[in-house]
């Protein structure tokens, strides 16, 4: 099973900065939407942001929107999450998804997307 691996998660203070990477040995990014989710305790998994292969086309959630940015570099084989002005809302395990779905308004439904990281931990506390 091909995997993504997430990376840059941590413990912040409200206020603070973090950018998550995602990104494989295993295959190409280029060809896919990558999605951004996350899963807080007791909560369902939810789509935050996604963006497409050619790193155009790029949708957020309105709980991160402004403060949230998805950006991919395909030569690095690599897509990052600069996350700003971070809450304790933002408190989550964070994953990566690829899919061969565009990013568009039904992004965060994760069944459209085939391969999937193991998640990193983002906890937002003073």
């Known amino acids: 099973q091909l995997r993504l691996a997430e990376s840059g998660g941590g413990l912040v203070q409200p206020g603070g900065s973090l950018r998550l990477s995602c990104g494989t040995s295993?295959?190409?990014?280029?060809?896919?939407?990558i999605g951004w989710f996350r899963q807080a305790p007791g909560k369902e998994r939810e789509g935050v942001s996604c963006?497409?292969?050619?790193?155009?086309?790029?949708e957020y959630a309105n709980s991160v929107k402004g403060r949230f940015t998805v950006s991919r570099d395909n030569a690095k084989n690599t897509v990052y999450l600069q996350m700003n002005s971070l809450k304790p809302e933002d408190t989550a395990v964070y994953y990566c998804?690829?899919?061969?779905?565009?990013?568009?308004?039904?992004?965060?439904?994760?069944?459209?997307?085939?391969?999937w990281g193991q998640g990193t931990q983002v906890t937002v506390s003073s």
């Open positions: 963006i497409g292969s050619s790193g155009v086309t790029v």
């Open positions: 295993e295959f190409t990014l280029d060809a896919y939407t």
């Open positions: 998804a690829a899919g061969r779905l565009p990013c568009g308004p039904y992004y965060y439904v994760s069944t459209h997307y085939d391969y």
